[in-house]
Nanobody, 123 residues
Framework: VQLQASGGGLVQAGDSLRLSCAAR????????VAWFRQAPGKERELIAA????????YYADIVKGRFTISRDNAGSTLFLQMNGLKPEDTAVYYC?????????????????WGQGTQVTVSS
């Protein structure tokens, strides 16, 4: 099973980016998936998660109202729309998948990880 994240890049403050995460080898149609990020010198943190049905979502306070997580119906692609980007959003962004229909708040609940995509926001 592979998760491949893409869509990162260098943008200016206030810009938008859309990250994608494609699953290879299986779908996550019945599994919760999420986006984490890790800034230099900091721990990896959960920023958004979505249940298997898409009916339940979670956002960290620091991104609430600016980021939107979504998934396609086939369960093979996960998205993160990021608007109003700030320099403090600079990090490597990782997609992750669970073996459960519900998401977890701790990274130990995620068995599958993408390789990460760099997002850099200049001021």
């Amino acid at each position: 099973v592979q998760l491949q994240a893409s869509g990162g890049g260098l943008v200016q403050a206030g810009d938008s980016l859309r990250l994608s995460c494609a699953a290879r080898g299986r779908t996550f149609r019945r599994n919760a998936v999420a986006w984490f990020r890790q800034a230099p010198g900091k721990e990896r943190e959960l920023i958004a998660a979505i249940s298997w049905s898409g009916g339940s979502t979670y956002y960290a306070d620091i991104v609430k109202g600016r980021f939107t997580i979504s998934r396609d119906n086939a369960g093979s692609t996960l998205f993160l729309q990021m608007n109003g980007l700030k320099p403090e959003d600079t990090a490597v962004y990782y997609c992750a998948g669970t073996n459960s229909g519900s998401y977890y708040y701790d990274l130990t609940g995620y068995a599958y990880w993408g390789q990460g995509t760099q997002v850099t926001v200049s001021s």
